[in-house]
C-alpha cells in the first residue's frame, strides 16, 4: 500500500475535496498514460478521453485573468468550445520558460502572461490542430487539407463524417509536430478580443476553489513559524518547553530565522508559537530605521557617485547659462505587498522525492532553493502551483521555502507551513523606500532648457536578483526604470542613480521602479508646467509633438476626462502619462478634499497596450491597478524602526477600503496595433501622480512626498 | 463538548471553548469557505453569519455562539442570487476576500434590500480586497436588489 499512495503522489495533481470536505484527496493526472487516459499533443494542449482539453500554462493564475486569455487562445486555434477548456499552470518545464539561456525561467510578472505567451501558445494549439487534423487524415483516408477543426472535433464537409479530438488524440500524439503550423486568421477567432467570462471566477465565488491554505493532505501536520521581526535576524535560543505546554504542539523545530511550532491544527501551532520563549540574535540592523534610510537617500540625492543611465546634449552648460533652475527632491517609503492570503506551502518528503504545494509566482527560483534546501534533484521534486491569494510579487520571493523544507523533512510526514499576518508582513521583502531630486533649467523666456533626474536609494536588485549580479555602485535598472526610455523629448538630458543600499530586504512589488519613476517624473512635469504658466497637458503635448503613438493616449484620456472644462465643483484633476511594460497609458484622477478628507471621485484610464486579447480581463486589471496605487499613493508605507517594521498588521499598515474608492472607474484602450503590451502593471505607475496632481491644484502646494496622507 | 448550528445541521465540537470560531469551522468541520487573513477582525475575510448578522469569525470565541444558527457560505451552494450577481458583475480577481465580501452583502441586503453606495460602503467598511475589486463589489449588491 505504502508503494502504491507514493506512486499516486508521483503521478497525480490537482486536488478534489473527498465527501467530508475534511481531506483533500488527489485526481487528474498530468501527462499522458495518467489513470484518466489524458493525452498530451503539446507542453500546453492535454486531451481528456471525452475529447476535452486541458491546458497547461506557463503562468500562475493570481486573479489577473491570464488563464482564461489562455484558454480563449488554446479554444480559438484549436477550434473547441472554451467551455471545453481547463486548465491549470505547469510544472517548470522548458515549454513554460521565458528568457533566453542561461537565464530561461519560468515564473509570472512583468506582465508577460498575453503579451509574451500569446504567440507561443497559438502556436502550440495550431501544432496540435494540425496533428489532430493528420490522425483524421489517415483514419478517413483523404487528403488533410479537405478537414477542418470546429467544435471539438475533426469535420471532413464533403462527406460530412466527424472525429472527435478524444477518439483522435492517441494517434495524434504519434504524429510529428509540424515545424510551421499555420494560424487561424483573425477572423476565424471567436473568442480572442471577445468579453470573456473568467473560467476561475465560479469556483471562487462558491467558495469551493482551494487555496493553499484550504488544502489538507493525509496525515498532515501544520508548522508555524516565529521569526525575528528585525530584518535578517537569526535565532540565538529557544525554550521548546514552553511551547510543548499548549495542547497539541508536536514539536519546536529550528529554521533559519527563528523556530517553527509544529502542531496538529493551525490554530494549536498559533497558540504554540505565541508560547514559544524564544531569544533573538543581536544584530547589526538592531539599531536601523526609517530615519536612517531616509538620511542615507537624501544625501545620495548630492552625492558625486552615481550611474548614469542615460544622458545627452549638455546639462551642465545649459544649468550654467539658465536664468532659472528648478531643484525639487521627492520621496517615497517602502511598500508591503500585503495579499489576501499569508505565505503558506505544504511540502511531503517521501523518501525518494519531494512535492510542494503553494502559491508559486516564481517556479524556477522556488525550484532551485528547494532543491539547494532539500539536497533532492530538481527532476525529483514536484512543484504544484496552486491559485494564490493574490500576488502582486510577494509570491516572487522564496522566504518561505527553506524553513517548510526543513521542517518535512525532519518530519517525513506532509507538513502545512505558514506564517501568521504578522509574521507575513515582518519578513516581506518590500518596495524599496527611494529618492529623487529633478532638476530643470530655463532660459529668460521661460523655455525650458535642461532637465536631469537622480534616483538615490536601496536597490531592489542588489537583494532580489541572482547574488553577484549586482555589487554597490552599479545601476540598478529597477531604480532608473522607465526613465532611459522615456518618451519626452528634452535633448540636454542626464538620468543617473545613485546606490544607498541598507535597510530592509527588497523586491518587485507591482510595476516596481515605474511606481515611483512615474511619481517622481510626473508631478515635476505639473510642477514645471506651473512655473511655465502652461496648461500642464498642453506641456506635455508639446514634449511629445514628435511621437504620435504617445500623444493618441494623452488626447484620448484628456477628451474622455473633459480636461478642457472646469472640473465639477470642489473637485480638481490631475493628469499622468507613464509608459511601463510596453504599454502606455495616460490617466486623469478628479478629486476633492472637504473637511481635510481626500476623495477619489473619478479615474479615467486611456492604455495603449498594442490590442486587447481579453477586454473585460484587461478592465478588470486596469480598476485593480488604479485601486492598488490609489492604497499605496493615500496611506500606505511601511516605516522601519528598531530593525523593524512597525506596522506588524491591518489596524497599523493602512490598505483602502471600498469607502475610499472611486465610484466611477473609466477604463478605455487605444489600439494601436503595435506589438502587445501588458495589462497587469501599466495602469499602476501613472494614478501616484495623477492623484498628486490634483491634490496639488486642491492644496495649492506640490505633493513631494508619499503617502499623502502622512504628510 | 460544545454543540453548535451550523448550516442548519447540529455539531458537537471537541475544539476548547476559547478558540476562536474560524479555526473550528475550518479546521474540525472543514469548512474552508471563511478564510484567515489578519486574526484580529480587521479584514473581513473570515465572516460567518450568526443569528443573521455577519461577524468576524477569527475573533469570535466558539464558546460565545452557543445556541445560535451559524450560516457559512458553504450553505449557498454557489447558487445564492447575490454569488450570481458576483458571477454576472465578474468580480473577483484572487478571490480570497470575496466569501467574506458575499457574506456581509447577504447581510446587508436581508436588512435593506435596496442598498445606497453609502449603505454598501458602511456594510463593508470591514472588508479589504487587495486586488481592488470594491467597483465590481458596488455593482454586483445593485444588481442583487434589482438596481442595476
Known sequence: ???????????????????????????????????????????????????????????TECGQGTHTAHCAIVADELGID????????????????????????????????????????RKGAAQAREMLIAAAAQKLGVEASTLIAQSG??????????????????????????????????SELKYSRSELRRVDIPAKVAATHKYTSDMV???MVYACAKLNPVYRGEAESFNKASALKVKGVLDVIAIPGGAAVVARSSWAAMQGAEALDIVWKPSKADALSSAEISAAIKEGLGASDSAIARQGGDVTGSIKNATTVISVDYEVPYLLHAPMEPWNCIVHDTGRSLDFWGPVQAQDRFLSRIAAVSKYA?????????????????????????????????LKRPVKFFYTRETDLAVGWLRPAQGARLQASFDAAKNLTSWSIRTSGPSMRMDFGAPGSMKVGDLDGASVQNLSDIRYKIPNHKFDYAMRHLGPPTAPWRAVGATHNAFFVECFIDE???FMAKDPLELRRSLLAHDPRALAVINDCAAASGWSTAAPQGRARGFSYFESYGSLCAQVVEAS???????????????????VISPDGARSQIEGGVIQGLSAAIGEALTVEKGRGIQTNFDSYSILRIGDAPTEIISRFVISGAPLGGVGEPPVPPVFAALANAVSKLTGKPVRKLPINEV | MIRLTINGRAKTIAADPDTPLLWVLREELGLTGAKYGCGIGQCGAC????????????????????????????????????????????????GYCQPGMIMSSVALLAEKPKPTNADIDEALAGHICRCGTYPRIRAAIKRASGQA
Open chain 1, 378 to 410: 530538481p527532476e525529483n521534486i514536484r512543484l504544484h502551483t496552486v491559485m494564490p491569494g493574490g500576488g502582486f510579487g510577494r509570491r516572487l520571493s522564496d522566504d518561505g521555502v527553506p524553513g517548510a523544507v526543513i521542517v518535512a523533512q525532519a
Open chain 1, 82 to 121: 472554451i467551455a471545453s477548456v481547463s486548465i491549470e499552470t505547469g510544472m517548470p518545464a522548458d515549454a513554460f520558460r521565458r528568457g533566453t539561456a542561461p537565464n530561461k525561467s519560468m515564473g509570472t510578472g512583468g506582465s508577460w502572461g498575453v503579451r509574451h505567451w500569446y504567440e507561443p501558445m
Open chain 1, 593 to 611: 478634499i472637504t473637511d481635510g478628507k481626500l476623495r477619489v471621485h473619478k479615474v479615467i484610464t486611456s492604455l495603449d497596450c498594442g490590442d
Open chain 2, 47 to 94: 465572516t460567518v453569519h450568526v443569528d443573521g448578522v455577519a461577524v468576524r469569525s477569527c475573533a469570535t470565541p466558539v464558546d460565545s455562539v452557543k445556541g445560535t444558527k451559524i450560516t457559512t457560505i458553504e450553505a449557498f451552494g454557489g447558487t445564492h442570487p447575490v454569488q450570481q450577481a458576483w458571477i454576472e458583475a465578474q468580480v473577483p480577481q484572487c
Open chain 1, 217 to 219: 493532505l493525509p496525515g
Open chain 1, 1 to 59: 500500500l505504502k508503494e502504491r499512495i507514493m506512486a499516486i503522489n508521483l503521478n497525480r495533481r490537482s486536488f478534489l475535496a473527498s465527501a467530508s470536505g475534511l481531506v483533500v484527496a488527489v485526481a487528474i493526472p498530468v501527462d499522458a498514460a495518467g489513470p484518466s487516459g489524458m493525452t498530451s499533443l503539446h507542453a500546453y494542449v492535454h486531451i481528456k478521453p471525452n475529447g476535452s482539453v486541458h491546458v497547461h500554462s506557463p503562468v
Open chain 1, 528 to 530: 514645471i508646467a506651473a
Open chain 1, 153 to 186: 472535433a475533426v469535420v471532413h464537409a464533403a462527406s460530412g463524417r466527424t472525429l472527435g479530438f478524444g477518439a483522435l488524440a492517441a494517434s495524434a500524439a504519434k504524429m510529428t509536430p509540424p515545424e510551421n503550423p499555420v494560424l487561424r486568421p483573425k
